[in-house]
């Protein structure tokens, strides 16, 4: 099919082709969303969250839309806690085990059982204490095993990590990462990865790798930012050692919400972390002179944790552990599909991996002019982002996103390449951050 042909122009090729009347049949249909919808076991959770009208959120991969919940919670905390309670409230609101209350409820999301995952922070900075504290943990060994196409704070502060450490990065694709360890020995300290390429949403191979870099002897952290909320991770059961996360996608924390780590039980006592701050110290208060690490995961405490944005995530969360992440997965898988059927039909250069096992939650389109492209998009109520060089990204929260988004997505796309509308000079000069 060509390029640039308008949906109708497509379906009408795609008809020709089949031979048949292929409008239900091709399942883009306004029609043919609107069953799924009537059939989708998620649909209620749409009206909890707060959506404007008109606007189809395609986004939610790098900021999660607002969860009806939160802005109660945040009034309370504002006023009550923080205006009337003050100080008071560290304790009569329990602010100070915040981060570990959060990281227990955050720890189902990603396979964990309690214990084992502490918020606050940001993800750079939970990264760069984890790596660290890898490559201390193996410090026989000298080389960081890291992924070429991972999101870039990643990239420097593993870069950071080994400079501090003394080690080397080595960047090998994710697809080569288990045979290269395989052959590396007893060489690699510590394998970090991207669980899903945030260009393309593919979807790694964590348990093929994870297992590569045990059999090694070899520590693994796992970047869960594009997944988590979206696609199971089963940290306990695949054994993984460190995973990092944020909040503010999938989750709908809320901008600049706290991240996540995650410390393997068995390696709690043995975590020796680059920031080493009072809110990790075994007896904080005490205002011991020297530091000494917490039992458990509140070692991995640093300082003092963003509350506002925490407390905000924390009711945010209720939703997600309400919806269960089998069904979001499912539906999230269902809701891709369709995209991609719809892509296909407008002839666009689809990204991301067809293979289920080696998909995420979003769908990446590639075209020459996909700024341009996406900013006519947005102009037309349909919001998803660009990365370079030419990607389109669309993600779909299974809990937010209905089948109807995407069809009406999938229209306004071909509306806009039909008609060329994204050639109009407003678009072509770039002028947003995101
Ligand atoms: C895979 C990945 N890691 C890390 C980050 C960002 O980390 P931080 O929240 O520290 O900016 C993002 C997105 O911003 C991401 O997609
Ligand atoms: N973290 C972000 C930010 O601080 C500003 C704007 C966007 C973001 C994002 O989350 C980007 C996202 N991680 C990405 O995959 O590109």
New binding site residues.
């Given amino acids: 099919m060509l390029p640039h042909t308008s949906r109708e122009e497509a379906r009408g090729q795609a008809r020709e082709h089949a031979g048949n009347d292929a409008r239900e049949t091709s399942g883009t249909s306004r029609a043919y969303a609107a069953s799924l919808d009537a059939r989708d076991p998620l649909a209620g959770f749409r009206d909890r969250f707060r959506l404007p009208p008109g606007v189809v959120y395609l986004d939610g ?3 999660g839309a607002l969860p009806d919940d939160v802005p109660a919670v945040v009034d309370d905390v504002v006023h009550r806690q923080w205006g009337t309670d003050l100080i008071r409230s560290w304790n009569t609101h329990d602010w100070w085990n915040a981060p570990t209350r959060v990281g227990d409820a955050i720890a189902p999301l990603i396979g964990a059982a309690p214990g084992q995952v502490v918020c606050g922070d940001s993800t750079s900075v939970h990264l760069f204490n984890a790596l660290v504290a890898a490559l201390r943990a193996r410090s026989g060994r000298s080389v960081l095993l890291a992924d070429p196409d991972t ?1 870039p704070t990643d990239a420097y502060l593993a870069d950071s990590a080994a400079r501090l450490c003394g080690a080397e990065v080595r960047r090998v694709p994710a697809a080569e990462a288990a045979e290269v360890l395989r052959a590396e020995g007893t060489g690699v300290a510590v394998a970090a990865y991207n669980h899903v390429d ?1 260009r393309t949403g593919e979807l790694r191979d964590v348990a093929g790798i994870t297992a590569a870099a045990h059999d090694t002897g070899a520590l693994v952290l796992w970047d869960v ?2 997944t988590v909320g979206a696609v199971p991770v089963d940290a306990d059961a695949l054994d993984l050692d460190f995973v990092v996360g ?1 909040t ?2 999938y989750l709908s924390g809320g901008p ?1 919400s706290p991240a996540f780590l995650y410390v393997a039980r068995r390696l709690q006592a043995g975590f020796d972390p680059a920031l080493t701050g009072w809110h990790g110290h075994a007896d904080p208060f005490a205002m011991e002179p020297a530091y000494r690490p917490a039992d458990g995961i509140a070692r991995a405490r640093i300082g003092t944790p963003p509350l506002l944005g925490m407390l905000a995530l924390e009711a945010a969360l209720g939703v997600f552990g309400e919806a269960g992440i089998t069904a979001v997965r499912a539906k999230s898988l269902a809701l891709t599909d369709l995209f991609i059927t719809c892509a296909d039909e407008l002839g666009l250069a689809v990204a991301t991996p067809r293979p289920h096992a080696r998909r995420g939650s979003q769908v990446a389109v590639r075209h020459p002019e996909a700024h341009a492209v996406m900013a006519a998009l947005v102009d037309r109520g349909v919001i998803g ?1 660009v ?1 370079p060089p030419d990607i389109l ?1 669309f993600g779909f929260n299974a809990l937010y996103v209905s089948f109807a988004d995407v069809v009406a997505a999938a229209e306004a796309l071909g509306d806009v390449l039909a008609s060329g509308a994204h050639r109009d000079p407003k678009y072509t000069v770039r002028n947003t ?2």
């Fill in positions: 991969n790098s900021l999101f945030y930012c594009h944020c503010y996608k600049g982002d990365r990204r951050v995101t």
